[in-house]
């Protein structure tokens, strides 16, 4: 069943019920109460904060002692003959000639495989990283196998720094060796 509240009018006003008398003066006067105690706790807050305004005690000054300043003492003399002997040493140092030794060369082998597409692949993905490498194919005992080698390298170093470039972009397993 609908009803039409519009149409109704204005409800008909109920009968309100007026709280207990009792309970309305006992909410009141708590009410005063709770004011009165936050008012006379402001109150003694400030009278206090007041009266230790003024009692702080004053800092003593400090006195400051005039004091001489003492003679340094006199350097002493070195008791030691060693830093004039170091001074005039020589030291004879042989050195082997480099240019008589043979210069060692490094490679770099980064994979070995057995087809030379997966070889091709490790290439191409080394050459993304802007190094040259080239593919070797190998005979052993165990068949056919196909390198994937950088280099030559005059120094070990120049290898290494490869290496750590071919690290960085994450391809891992290369080895140095001498040149073969």
């Known amino acids: 069943m609908a009803r039409d509240y519009v149409k109704k009018g204005k409800p ?4 309100k019920r007026k709280p207990e008398p009792e309970v309305a003066v006992a909410n009141h006067s708590k009410l005063k109460f709770m004011i009165v105690l936050a008012l006379c706790l402001v109150i003694g807050f400030a009278y206090f904060l007041w009266s230790i305004k003024d009692r702080a005690p004053e800092p003593k000054p400090k006195v400051v002692e005039k004091v001489k300043p003492k003679a340094l003492p006199k350097v002493p003399e070195e008791k030691w003959e060693y830093v004039k002997e170091l001074e005039n040493k020589t030291i ?3 050195v082997p000639d480099r240019k008589d030794q ?28 802007g190094l040259e490498s080239f593919v070797k194919r190998t005979e052993g005992s165990n068949g056919v196998w196909f390198r994937v080698v950088l280099g030559p390298y005059d120094t070990k170093r120049a290898a290494e720094s490869d290496r750590h470039r071919l690290q960085n972009a994450k391809i891992n397993g290369c080895q140095i060796w001498y040149w073969t």
Not at 12 to 15: A, E, G, L, S
């Open 102 to 129: 043979p210069q060692k060369q490094y490679q770099m082998q980064c994979g070995s495989f057995r087809k030379l597409d997966q070889a091709n692949s490790l290439k191409a993905q080394i050459a993304f990283t």
């Open 92 to 94: 004879e140092v042989d």
């Open 12 to 15: 008909t006003p109920r009968t």
